[in-house]
């Protein structure tokens, strides 16, 4: 049967290939019979994941104790512990396996159904809802079980269509590996780090599709048109030729876009504009060389983070920013110090927030992590040796973090001289502005940086209080609200007059619908995703730069919400 399903389209293109549907929660789990003779060394695997979690708890309890980590940490811990070792969890999922000679993983998940039952009738609240750490303490036995990610590759020789509930950004990171033509999911909100990722990928993707997981079956043919958020499941003949021929146009405009690939960018009236780089990973260096951008403005260093056991060493990390900054050749890279916490955990970190966007992330993370932080600093330092590297430190919000951040760099410059290390004594430091009370605050900051970068996503996310991954509240995610816009345009115009330089790294940047609006508002600076960087630099050419800063501030002037818009609709006809 064919329908359609509409959700939010987060990275353009279309697609067409058949359904692989996966299972992101560890919690769906396979049914099977072990034979007999198995039956005892399935109880053995059952344990052995049971005593890794063991180890990854104890290895946690470490780690806390030498970080100085909070009491409620260690508590949390404590819980974990109890719960893992408790014989209703440890000892009867065995017993079952004996009597019903079913798989280990399966055991575990019918054990936890009676336990989060049992939870459901206690009438005290605290209590009632410790059934999310039994959770937990389970996914993380069955994680060790299935083997992480847990994840069965698509068919090869076939375009597939990756089909899920829910991804992480971790989970999009590993799918790197794979032959994919597209992503479809049942939640997730535009500015996700899940949705940046898959766009990053160059894959048509859309999100908060919501029933996409139940309704599509595995091998359904799929188009996926990210442009317009649409996936047709079994479309017929007609639809599937005319999805072909769009196919089609669409990479002879790429193709076409390639011409102005070398050309310098600058509007019509002669303003030179910086066109660069975001990247998650060394190997996206390809794709910026290819776009013709001028350097990098943003490497989200924490997705070197993801999907492993252990951090990256400070060599491993020296390697990896080396290898960036030599193939760019001598163009600045821009390397933006770990922004985790929030979407972004790193395997074997328990802290649950009540709130992670507003919780410990970014900065905040590293300054309460100082070690983590310093083997970052120093392995940034010590790459700047081999080209042009910047600095820049996520969602600061008030003087004391710089201050403190400032002072680690110091210690990092201070060890490496002592151990006879190269390093750029004079890197520039950058703040990103993504929270208002920083984007007010650039008078007092510019004192402590030397070049700022306005992460539009979060400064969405926290000025209009939208969190950015709840497609329940992305239809109020509004990039052209007039507060979002007077913060950007007041951002550009305190940076310019401290004399700092301030670029725009967030989605904002590579959209073309924003892109003669920030001009407007005087930005000179901006760092896209690579596959967006042609069609900006198209507008750009085509762009008058004082035409559209009087109508900027025509725009800034008005206090009416429709002459507002209309405004804009006239910034981007002109
Ligand atoms: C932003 O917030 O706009 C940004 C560039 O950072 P990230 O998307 O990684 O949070
Ligand atoms: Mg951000």
Redesign the pocket.
């Known amino acids: 049967m064919s329908f359609t399903m509409h959700g939010i389209g987060v990275s353009g293109g279309i697609a067409i290939g058949h359904a692989h549907l996966i299972s992101h929660a560890a919690l769906e789990v396979a049914h099977y019979i072990v034979p007999k003779k198995k039956v005892q060394a399935e109880i053995a695997r059952l344990d052995a994941a049971i005593a890794s979690v063991q180890r990854e708890l104890q290895a946690l309890y470490s780690a806390a104790a030498t970080t100085r980590a909070s009491a409620e940490f260690e508590a949390f811990l404590d819980l974990h512990q109890m719960i893992l070792n408790d014989p209703t969890l440890s000892k009867t999922p065995r017993k079952i396996i004996e009597e019903t000679q079913c798989n280990a993983e399966w055991a575990l998940a019918q054990q936890m159904e009676v336990l989060l039952e049992q939870f459901d009738e206690i009438e005290d609240a605290y209590l009632r809802e410790r059934k999310a750490d039994v959770t937990q303490v389970v996914e993380r036995v069955l994680k060790a079980l299935l083997g992480h990610p847990g994840y069965v590759p698509p068919p090869a020789g076939r375009d597939s269509v990756l089909v899920a509930h829910d991804l992480s950004p971790a989970d999009v990171i590993s799918f790197k590996q794979y032959p994919l033509s597209a992503f479809v999911t049942d939640l997730g909100g535009a ?1 996700s ?1 899940t949705a ?1 990722l898959a766009r990053s990928l160059n894959l048509p993707s859309i999100v908060a599709l919501h029933h996409a997981r139940t309704l599509i079956r595995e091998n359904d043919l799929l188009i996926v048109d990210g442009d317009a958020g649409v996936v047709m499941i079994e479309p017929d003949e007609q639809i599937l030729d005319e999805y072909k021929l769009r196919q089609n146009v669409r990479r002879l405009d790429q193709q076409k876009l390639l011409r102005i690939r070398t050309a310098p960018a600058a509007t019509l009236d002669g303003v030179k504009i910086e066109l660069q780089a ?1 990247i998650e990973l060394p190997d996206d260096v390809e794709q910026v060389r290819a776009s013709g951008a001028t350097g990098i403005g ?1 490497f ?1 260093s ?1 997705f070197l983070f993801l999907n492993r056991d252990e951090l990256p060493s400070e060599d491993e990390q020296f390697e990896a920013y080396r290898k960036v900054v030599r193939e760019m050749k001598g163009q600045p890279v821009t390397i ?1 110090t770990l ?1 985790l916490g ?1 979407d972004k955990r790193i395997d074997g970190d328990l802290r649950v927030a009540p709130n992670p966007a507003l919780g410990l992330r ?1 900065v905040r993370y590293c300054l309460a992590e100082p070690q983590m932080f310093l083997t970052q600093l120093r392995a940034i330092l010590r790459a700047s040796a081999f080209g042009k590297i910047r600095i820049l430190v ?2 600061i919000s008030n003087l004391a973090e710089l201050r403190q951040t400032r002072n680690l760099i110091g210690e990092a410059k201070r060890s490496l001289t002592t151990e006879k290390k190269r390093f750029d004594d004079s890197v520039p430091i950058g703040g ?1 502005i ?1 929270i208002p009370a920083a984007a007010l605050s650039i008078e007092a900051f510019a004192k402590q940086l030397d070049f700022l ?9 926290y000025t209009l209080a939208i969190d ?1 991954t709840d497609d329940s509240v992305s239809h109020l995610y509004d990039p052209l609200h007039p507060a979002v816009l007077h913060l950007v345009a007041h951002s550009i115009h305190a940076a310019s007059r401290a004399g700092l330089p301030i670029s ?5 940047a590579g959209d073309v619908l924003f892109t003669r609006l920030l001009l407007g508002f005087g930005l000179r600076e901006f ?1 896209m995703h690579p596959a967006d960087l042609l069609p900006v630099k198209q507008l750009v050419l085509k762009s008058n730069a004082s035409k559209l800063s009087r109508l900027a501030s025509k725009l800034l002037k008005t206090s009416d919400h429709e002459k507002f818009s209309e405004l804009i609709v006239k910034v981007n006809m002109e």
């Open positions: 500015t780090h940046i975001n943003l989200r924490e933006r922004d929030g970014a996520p969602m990103m993504e970068s306005i992460g539009t996503n979060d400064l969405i996310q950015r725009v790294c967030g989605e904002m760092s």
